[in-house]
């Protein structure tokens, strides 16, 4: 399993209460708070850096195929 990350190190990644950070992208999608049902991500809304989980953030694997 890997290691969980602060929300200040993440480029790219995810948090399982459903919160997403993505650096590389336009400034409304950085920081998104998403509902989940299942296994099914949805209705995404921008979130500022400060309300996001500090702790317990999942790095993505950027590498494209």
């Given at each position: ?54 702790d317990g953030w999942i ?7």
């Amino acid at each position: 399993m890997n290691p969980t990350l602060k929300a200040d190190g993440v480029t790219v990644g995810y948090h399982p209460a459903g919160y997403r950070i993505d650096k590389t992208a336009a400034a409304m999608d950085r920081y998104t708070q998403w509902q989940i049902d299942g296994n099914k991500w949805h209705s995404p809304k921008p979130v500022c850096f400060h309300s996001l989980p500090e702790d317990g953030w999942i790095q993505e694997n950027t590498i494209a195929e």
